[in-house]
C-alpha cells in the first residue's frame, strides 16, 4: 500500500446548539446561527490567511486525486462541506498543525464562545477507510475534548444571567456580552431579507395580550447514515469517492433544506398576504428559520403555522425521493428560556425516530392547556402521521371542575372533527376515518 505524507482531517463544533440558544433574542440567535454557518469556510476561503487553500469544493474531483494534491503545491484542499462539518487535506501533519492555530485563533475572534473539534488521520489509498478512521478520531475527541468557559469573573462584575459572561455593554434596558456582541454584528452583516414574515422579535410574531404561544420546530433527517454508506459503496480511490460525497452533500442541502425553505415561504406568502388588513389573522404565518444545514433545521412560528409548515415540509422532502425525516415541535410563550424548549423539540423529535408497535396518539388539549391551541396542534400531528388525536369535551367548559380551557364545547368538536377529516382525506391516510361518536362521549 503506497505511503503519503498527508492528513485527512475533520471539523465540527462543541455544544453549537448551546452556543446559538443560550439567548431569548432572536437577532442573537439568528446571529450565532449565521456565525457557525460560515464558521470553517469563512477563515478557509480568505485569500489572505496566510496559506495556499483550494476552498473551491464543489466542483468534481480531478483524476488521480492524491497525484493531483501533492503535485499541486496546496497546503490545504476541502474534500466537502455537509451537517456543519467540514473536511479537508493537508500537504503534511505540520501544515495540519500551523493551519489549526490560526483557524483557532480566528474562532476565537470571531465568535468569542466556540468549541473547535479536530480530528484526524493519515492518507492511505482506501478512501472509505481513511474516512471511517477519520469518523472514529473525531467520536474520541468529542468524548474525551473539554469544555471550556471563555472567562472568569470579579465578585463585583456584573454578568449574563444565562451564560454568566461579563456584561461590557449597555444599550438603553439592554446589556450585552462580547459574545452577545459578536452574534448582534453577524446578524446584522448577513440579514439582507425584506420579507414581513422573518420577524426580527419573538413578541412581533405573536398578539400579545392575547395570544402568545409560539412553536419551535426541529427537523431532522432520517437513515442518513445508511445513505452516506451507500453513496459511498465499493468507491475507496480517492477520485470517485470525493465526487461521491460532494454530490451527496449538495443534493442533500437541497432536499432537505433550500427547497423546503423556499415552498414553506412561499405558502406562507400567499397566506399572509391573503388576509391583507387583517393584522391578528396575519400574525399566524410569521416565522423565521434559525439554522439549517445538512439534513437538520429548526424553525420558530407563530403556534398557528405549525400545521402548514410541517405539511409543505414533509410534501416538498418526499416528492420524487425516498427521503424521510423526523420533526418534533415545542409551544411556548415567547418569554420561556428558549434553550430549554428547544431541547424538548430535539428530544421529541429524536423520540420519533425510535419504532413503537403501537399506535401514537396526539394530546393537544394537555400538550397546551389552550383551547385555541387544539386544532393546530391536532392537525400538526395528523401531518407527521400520529394514528389518532385525543381531545378534551366538555357540555359547558366554563362550568367544568377541572380542565376547562383545553376542553372543546360540543358544537365546536364537531367543527374541528370534520377539518381534521378534511385534513386526512388530503394526506391520503390510509388509515381508517377519524370518527367521534358525540353522542357517546355526552352520555359517558
Not at 133 to 142: C, D, F, G, I, R
Request: aromatic share 10%.
Amino acid at each position: 500500500m503506497p505511503e503519503y505524507p498527508n492528513i485527512l482531517a475533520l471539523y465540527d463544533c462543541r455544544s453549537k446548539q448551546e452556543y446559538i440558544y443560550r439567548t431569548n433574542r432572536v437577532k442573537e440567535i439568528a446571529g450565532a446561527s449565521c456565525l457557525l454557518a460560515d464558521l470553517f469556510m469563512s477563515f478557509f476561503e480568505d485569500k489572505k490567511n496566510g496559506f495556499r487553500i483550494n476552498a473551491d469544493w464543489k466542483q468534481d474531483a480531478p483524476e488521480d486525486y492524491l497525484k493531483y494534491f501533492n503535485d499541486s503545491g496546496l497546503d490545504a484542499e476541502i474534500i466537502y462541506e455537509g451537517g456543519g462539518n467540514l473536511c479537508v487535506i493537508y500537504r503534511d501533519q505540520d501544515t495540519y498543525i500551523k493551519i489549526n492555530r490560526a483557524l483557532s485563533r480566528r474562532v476565537l475572534d470571531n465568535t468569542f464562545g466556540v468549541s473547535v473539534i479536530a480530528s484526524a488521520a493519515p492518507v492511505t489509498d482506501d478512501f472509505v477507510k481513511d474516512r471511517r478512521n477519520l469518523y472514529l478520531s473525531n467520536a474520541v475527541q468529542k468524548n474525551l475534548g473539554a469544555y471550556h468557559t471563555p472567562c472568569s469573573v470579579l465578585p463585583f462584575t456584573q454578568v449574563d444571567r444565562l451564560t454568566y459572561q461579563p456584561i461590557v455593554e449597555k444599550l438603553g434596558d439592554k446589556q450585552y456580552t462580547t459574545e452577545s456582541k459578536k452574534k448582534l454584528d453577524a446578524y446584522h452583516r448577513k440579514e439582507v431579507t425584506k420579507s414581513d414574515l422573518f420577524q426580527k422579535s419573538f413578541d412581533d410574531m405573536t398578539d400579545k395580550g392575547n395570544e402568545s404561544i409560539l412553536a419551535i420546530i426541529y427537523i431532522d433527517g432520517n437513515n442518513m447514515g445508511k445513505k452516506v454508506k451507500d453513496a459511498t459503496e465499493g468507491k475507496t480511490d480517492y477520485t470517485s469517492g470525493i465526487n461521491a460525497l460532494r454530490a451527496f452533500s449538495q443534493q442533500t442541502n437541497r432536499d432537505f433544506v433550500e427547497n423546503p425553505i423556499h415552498a414553506i415561504t412561499a405558502e406562507l406568502q400567499r397566506l399572509y398576504e391573503a388576509n391583507a388588513g387583517d393584522e391578528k389573522e396575519q400574525l399566524k404565518y410569521l416565522f423565521r428559520p434559525i439554522i439549517s444545514g445538512g439534513d437538520e433545521i429548526t424553525i420558530v412560528c407563530n403556534a398557528h403555522a405549525v400545521p402548514q409548515i410541517l405539511k409543505v415540509y414533509f410534501e416538498t422532502l418526499t416528492s420524487g425521493s425516498d427521503n424521510s425525516a423526523c420533526a418534533g415541535v415545542a409551544l411556548f410563550h415567547s418569554h420561556a428560556p428558549f434553550a430549554d424548549v428547544y431541547r424538548i423539540a430535539e428530544e421529541c423529535c429524536e423520540s420519533g425516530k425510535k419504532i413503537s408497535h403501537l399506535p401514537i396518539i396526539v394530546d393537544p388539549s394537555h400538550g397546551t392547556g389552550q383551547r385555541y391551541l387544539i386544532e393546530p396542534l391536532a392537525k400538526a400531528g395528523l401531518i407527521v402521521g400520529a394514528d389518532g388525536v385525543m381531545i378534551e369535551v366538555h357540555q359547558n367548559p366554563e362550568k367544568a371542575l377541572s380542565d376547562g380551557k383545553q376542553s372543546l364545547p360540543i358544537p365546536m368538536f364537531k367543527e374541528v372533527m370534520g377539518r381534521l377529516n378534511d385534513l386526512t382525506e388530503k394526506l391520503n391516510y390510509k388509515k381508517e376515518e377519524l370518527s367521534a361518536d358525540i353522542e357517546g362521549n355526552i352520555n359517558a
